[in-house]
């Protein structure tokens, strides 16, 4: 039997850490740009056909380069040479100088850094061999055609000849041809003495790349890595190969694509890593994206070889296989290779194994791909994000049955974890058409709660911001004169922005850098009077906005767009007059996915966080909200959920500046409260208290044991607890439900709404009686009603946890109808008493109104207080907004919460909207521009005649529809049949070129 490379001796290799990153996939011109889309949010670039592709018929389709642009200068390379060189060498230095710039080796012995890269075969060094078969089989042809094969006319037909297909070898195409150039180029340009040289194992050529680099690092031999990878992958020689010799895979054997895209999409692509060792790393103190655990390789059946290599790259780790909990796969487009990846990756991971395949998002770049989805790895680390596995309900359907499940996200989600459970970690398997595997283990870089970097901006240590897909706009101004000439103003900006054509044609990032150019320039103006901000979602859309504003203005009209939020405007803000409230909701405000967008846009709030408590998973339920869990209907899940989810978005408001007044909470929202703002910090213990609890499990939930102590239901009998809103006066709904036993009036909602519980029959009857639309609501206990009673000492106790009354900030009871002060008993009282004697939400709404509060903002799940606070203080001065939507993208709802602010006045500090550290390019000036392929063959000469020699125009080409074989008479002016077969007949040494000669003569018509 083939013996297996990885059971050959392999040395235990350090920790490796990966401080820098360069790359470029197809129309992803960067690091930021590749790992927004990998993330989910990104600029979606549609396939495109090639343009590049030998006028072929059919160009494939993909991202693809379809020329480098390099400045004049920027290399140490004259413009003739950097012209003449491959593509492939070009781009993979211009990616290894983002990497090196991204890591900054100032402090670095570049004579012990050494550069490893891994390729493939550029078939551009394929051209010469080309040339030569033509020149040594043009005699055969001319004597076959009845010509002249020798003397002056045939040497000019057969140099034309050649001239026409490719450039001749000179000086800079013999060295620009040589594959190992690529890894001595960045050496030589960047000044690094240590090894250089490629390696070349198809698929997983920059994973062995990086083992070779962490062997050399661990042996002592240099200080410092660039590991890199490149391949032009949707060069269409290349794919006709692939082709013909694997077969790509049906949409069954592509797990990481649907129907659609069955197999796999080619892109041309580039990447490079800077390692250092880790402990060296943490001494210079480099940013660290990611640590490298562990890497093997194994060959041998693929199968057999994936398994092995999962298996020793752990033991070395010391980490078991289901312990890793996200795994980046290669779901290969090849037949039957994607099949064996998912069977071996099933036996070796756990059923809560995240899959993720960085080939769905942004194709497959062949030689690149393994090194590529390392980079996607390590940047799922950094960033604190697990991403969505697309076509995930295509994972192939034999695999159902063997007993197995791998999970996999319909959307990208935050990477959420129990810190006591150590750090992230993730792996990369990678299997190449060869029966090649790689297997890599890497681990997210710890931050200690007090190193300098935990405690600088959050910000300014993630690598760029993702954009927002609207801008918002602010003029503030002395009146409302004032405000018209800044809008005036913003809409030149907006039609500067808008170009030629009259709007953008780039999107969500467009606007964002608008919006960032515009607070930029204007600065903010805290004590002006009046304000307006408008939200908008592209160059066009805010030009139409501001001249519509400015008229009504001019008019002596609201401009206000309330009912679309995009424009916010108060001749009479209510902000200096009065305060603010931030309100909480209770149970049954809960949505699929709610707090996941906001916290994908503003990570760093998770980050502190997680720094603060020790099960922030736990705490949030993030498998359950976010996930295909048992869902958010379970009590427990609503209870904690909802009170992390309070607090993040309270930490997110405090990062704009907004900081209550006053606190209003709903049922369960009075505890949100508390945590929100710091009364209450105990959240782990929190967390054990209600998992232990049996509250939750089986006396106000589950079982129901307080209600049947209270109704004195039999042990075996079940009870059916209901709860659910009427739209009825709360004195109609007493009135009724005093004639009906085991059903109770909860909660007030509003003068014409309220909540009612107890038995399912009890409240079925109550809403017949009423004859009133009833909602029903998942996820509430049994209180709010004298039921709470039976376990009232356990729920007071369950409330007794160390408190800090918060400075400046009132607390409103919803038991008692008002403000008190906040200590260890008194908050441990009003919980007890809304869970006994229910909550009347209009008593307190309308006090802290009277109390002078005015902005109300709702801090989410859900807008539901919103909408009633509208009815309770309907006719009064006030304004009402929540920053959460379960029908709205929630980042867009923080934006027009911020925009009402604004506008009322209340202090708002936009730069958290406007963060650094987002990689831009400036690449003004002359540049060599370098085709990456070629658009056609040349103008191709007939055989020379004894009348002369003629040249083929090219007027009307067009590629043939019919790709088979073409026999035409020699007066026709098509190059004859018989040169095509010589050609193809010559180059039979050489696969690629003889695939893609025959289909390329068979499309070359001349007149």
Request: a negative charge; one cysteine or more.
């Amino acid at each position: 039997a083939e013996q297996l490379h990885a059971e050959q001796p392999q040395p235990k290799l350090s920790n490796m850490a990966i401080v820098g990153m360069g790359a470029r996939v197809g129309p992803w011109k960067n690091v930021d740009e590749i790992g927004d889309r990998l993330m989910g949010r990104g600029e979606s670039h549609p396939v495109r056909a090639k343009e590049n592709h030998w006028g072929l018929p059919d160009a494939p389709v993909g991202w693809f380069i379809e020329d480098l642009e390099i400045p004049i200068g920027r290399f140490k390379i004259p413009p003739r040479e950097v012209e003449e060189a491959l593509p492939q060498q070009m781009l993979m230095l211009q990616i290894a100088e983002q990497a090196i710039a991204d890591a900054d080796l100032s402090e670095v012995d570049r004579l012990r850094a050494g550069v490893f890269v891994g390729v493939e075969l550029d078939l551009n060094t394929t051209n010469y061999h080309l040339r030569w078969a033509v020149r040594s089989r043009a005699a055969d042809w001319a004597q076959r055609l009845e010509r002249p094969s020798h003397g002056e006319e045939f040497d000019r037909w057969v140099d034309e000849l050649c001239d026409s297909l490719t450039p001749a070898l000179n000086a800079n195409r013999t060295i620009g041809g040589l594959g190992s150039i690529a890894a001595s180029r960045v050496a030589r340009e960047f000044g690094l003495g240590g090894p250089s040289y490629v390696i070349s194992s198809e698929e997983t050529s920059g994973l062995s790349a990086l083992y070779a680099a962490s062997r050399a690092l661990e042996q002592g031999r240099i200080d410092c890595a660039i590991v890199g990878a490149v391949d032009l992958a949707g060069d269409v020689r290349s794919l006709i190969s692939l082709e013909s010799t694997d077969g790509l895979a049906k949409p069954e054997d592509s797990p990481s694509f649907g129907e659609d895209l069955a197999g796999m999409v080619p892109s041309d692509g580039a990447v490079a890593l800077v390692l250092k060792r880790t402990e060296d790393a943490e001494r210079d103190g480099d940013r660290v994206y990611a640590i490298v655990r562990a890497s093997g390789t194994a060959g041998g059946d693929l199968e057999s070889s994936c398994q092995e290599v999962i298996r020793r790259t752990c033991e070395e780790a010391d980490i078991a296989a289901r312990d890793i909990p996200h795994l980046e796969i290669s779901g290969f487009g090849i037949a039957g290779l994607g099949r064996t990846e998912m069977t071996a990756v099933a036996e070796a991971f756990g059923p809560d194994t995240v899959l993720g395949c960085a080939k769905a998002q942004i194709g497959h770049t062949g030689a690149a791909s393994g090194l590529i989805s390392v980079l996607s790895s390590a940047l799922s680390l950094y960033r604190q994000v697990l991403p969505a596995a697309a076509g995930s309900r295509n994972w192939p359907a034999a695999q159902e049955g063997r007993g197995w499940r791998i999970t996999s996200l319909r959307d990208p989600t935050p990477w959420v974890r129990d810190r006591i459970d150590g750090p992230r970690r993730t792996g990369v398997l990678a299997v190449s058409r060869g029966a090649s595997s790689s297997y890599v283990i890497l681990e997210e870089a710890e931050v200690a709660a007090n190193s300098q970097s935990a405690g600088a901006d959050a910000r300014a240590a993630y690598r760029g911001d993702l954009p927002l897909s609207e801008g918002l706009f602010v003029v503030e101004g002395e009146d409302s004169g004032e405000i018209v000439v800044g809008l005036r103003n913003l809409m030149h900006a907006a039609t500067d922005a808008a170009g030629p054509s009259g709007t953008d044609t780039h999107g969500s990032v467009t606007i964002h850098h608008i919006a960032t150019n515009w607070w930029e320039s204007h600065p903010d103006l805290p004590d002006a009077p009046l304000a307006i901000t408008l939200i908008a979602r592209d160059a066009g859309e805010l030009r139409s906005l501001a001249q519509s504003a400015a008229g009504q203005l001019e008019r002596g009209h609201d401009p206000s767009d309330r009912s679309a939020g995009r424009v916010f405007f108060s001749s009479d803000p209510l902000g200096p007059k009065g305060e603010l409230a931030f309100v909480y909701p209770g149970s049954g405000s809960q949505y699929a996915d709610m707090g996941r967008e906001l916290c994908l846009q503003w990570p760093e709030i998770l980050r502190a966080q997680d720094r603060g408590n020790d099960r922030l998973k736990s705490q949030l339920k993030a498998a359950e909200i976010w996930g295909d869990g048992p869902g958010i209907g379970d009590a427990r899940t609503v209870i904690l959920s909802q009170v992390a989810l309070g607090t993040i978005a309270t930490d997110l408001m405090a990062r704009f500046g907004v900081r209550p007044d006053a606190v209003v909470g709903y049922s369960l929202g009075e505890t949100a409260g508390l945590f929100s703002v710091g009364a209450w910090h105990e959240r782990d213990e929190m967390l054990r208290r209600v998992t232990e609890s049996e509250l939750f499990e089986n006396d106000l939930t589950g079982r129901c044991n307080a209600a049947r102590q209270a109704w004195g239901v039999a042990e075996n009998a079940e009870v059916e607890w209901a709860v659910g809103v009427v739209e009825t006066p709360a004195a109609r709904a007493r009135e009724v439900l005093e004639e009906i036993d085991r059903v109770y009036l909860l909660i007030v909602n509003t003068p014409d709404e309220c909540v009612i519980g107890g038995d399912r029959s009890a409240v079925e009857n109550a809403v017949e009686r009423l004859g009133c639309p009833f909602h029903a609501l998942e996820g509430v206990p049994t209180v709010h009603c004298e039921v709470a009673t039976q376990v009232s000492e356990p729920y007071r106790d369950l409330h007794v946890l160390d408190t800090r009354p918060p400075e400046g900030i009132r607390v409103y009871s919803g038991a008692w109808g008002e403000a008190y002060e906040v200590d260890q008993a008194r908050a441990a009282d009003s919980l007890l008493a809304q869970a006994i004697q229910g909550v009347d939400f209009p008593k307190t709404v309308r006090q802290a109104h009277d109390d002078g509060v005015r902005i109300f903002l709702e801090m989410g799940p859900g807008e539901s207080c919103v909408r009633m606070i509208h009815k309770i203080l309907d006719g009064l001065p006030f304004r009402a907004r929540s920053i959460s939507s379960s029908t709205q993208d929630e980042p867009s709802a923080v934006l027009r919460a911020i925009g009402m602010l604004i506008a009322e006045r209340a202090p708002v500090d936009l730069a958290q909207l406007y963060p650094e550290g987002r990689l831009t390019e400036d690449e003004s000036g002359p540049v060599t521009r370098i085709p990456v392929g070629q658009t056609s063959f040349g103008r191709i000469p007939v055989t020379p005649r004894s009348d002369g020699f003629v040249e083929a125009p090219d007027e009307g080409h067009r590629p043939a529809e019919d790709p088979s074989p073409v026999s035409l008479p020699l007066d026709s002016g098509v190059v004859p049949a018989e040169l095509s077969e010589a050609v193809r007949a010559a180059e039979t040494t050489i696969q690629a070129h003889e695939a893609f000669l025959r289909t390329a003569q068979r499309t070359q018509e001349l007149a």
